[in-house]
């Protein structure tokens, strides 16, 4: 079946979602709303919804929304970063060795830093799968996936997803090991394409979308999209446009 | 605000933390174990935002929700610029975050000061002004001259709207009477 990266990460996050729980996603981030209004129409109907910068926000203010983290009342929290390394360290902040005088510099954190302590799991996704994002180690740490046993945090990363594979969350190692592959890649390809080791010698493929996910994504959620205005240029432009 | 110090949940590890003197990790003081950032508490002497009404009595509505509420209580000083000032303030005109006369020490009539940025329910970001900000502040020298073209060369604020703030911005708001 045909489908495109957007549409298949939006597929794969949509099953990270649980009915019942809070679950949101920040700014600038369409896939996973896309991801999180799916699972609603599929196997989530009591999910509470977040979408920052949407008419799926409950909150005026940022730091109504940053306390709900702190209470540890947040079920899911999809973010992405510029890099990720294998110990779920993410960077939003810049690019370079000299952080005076960095290579490229990002927006920041947003509230990351905390919210990443503060819901209960994390899932870090990344729209690029090279050896540039899934690095060795981040040139600066917005958030850290592991911390010592004894500091106070409510949950942590759980998984890394980009349009070729899954990454599980060891919370024990503090460590990132290849999960599934997605459909269309060997262990060759993630391998060559990711800058960390991967810490299994094979893996399972991941269940391709199916025909379900794929009509309600590009037709009850593209419409919802565009009905809400919710990134609602690019559901128009991207779902269904495999 | 105006406390000592805030615990957090999260930051730690994080370079953020590295860089910073004024968080700490520090031990839960009640159960004496369990570890988390406490971030020291910002105390700044003067604190100057926009919001869209104020009265003469100092009392200001921000029109929306807004984290400027514990700016005001956490700083020494208040300077709010306002879109439109009123002689009293009523429960029905007070909307959004709201700011007692107590913690105010200054309120500046100054219609569009909240440009290049917009103040919301009334005037969007200029996109275009925004633009320019953003290309100016990418080295030192274009900064400066930015800064030297649209702040320390203007005489005043009436000037600024009158070079900055573009026409088709203006004219709607000054025809519902602000």
Known sequence: MNYNNDELMAILLSREVRDGEISACGALSHIPAAGLLLAQALHAPNADLIILNSIFNPFKTSRQFHYIAQRGELGLFFVSGVQIDRHGNYNLHYIGPDSEHPTQRFPGGYGGGMIYYGARRTVVFRTEHTRRSLVAKVDYISAAGHTPPDVLRHGHPTKAITHKANFRFDKDAGLLNLDTIHPGYTFDDIRENTGFDLGVASAPMTPAPSAEELHTLRHVVRKTMIDTNTYAAWAQRTLGAA | ?178
């Open chain 2, 1 to 178: 605000m105006g406390v000592p110090y805030v615990p957090i949940v999260g930051l730690v590890g994080t370079d953020l933390l590295a860089r910073r003197d004024d968080m700490v990790i520090a031990a839960d003081p009640f159960d004496g174990k369990t570890k988390s950032v406490v971030a020291k508490a910002l105390r700044p002497d003067v604190a100057v935002f926009h919001a869209q009404t104020a009265d003469r009595y100092g009392n200001v509505s921000c029109g929306y929700e807004a984290e400027v509420v514990i700016l005001a209580e956490a700083s020494r000083h208040v300077i709010v610029t306002a879109e439109k000032i009123v002689d009293r303030l009523t429960d029905k005109e007070a909307k959004g975050a709201f700011i007692p006369t107590i913690h105010v020490d200054m309120v500046v009539h100054a219609p569009f000061g909240a440009h290049p940025a917009g103040c919301a329910g009334l005037y969007a970001p200029d996109a275009i002004a925004m633009r320019e900000y953003v290309k100016a502040s990418q080295d030192d020298a274009t900064f400066a001259a930015y800064l030297r073209e649209r702040v320390f060369e203007v005489s005043d604020h009436d000037e600024y709207v009158e070079r900055f703030v573009p026409r088709s911005m203006r004219e709607p708001l000054r025809e519902t009477g602000s």
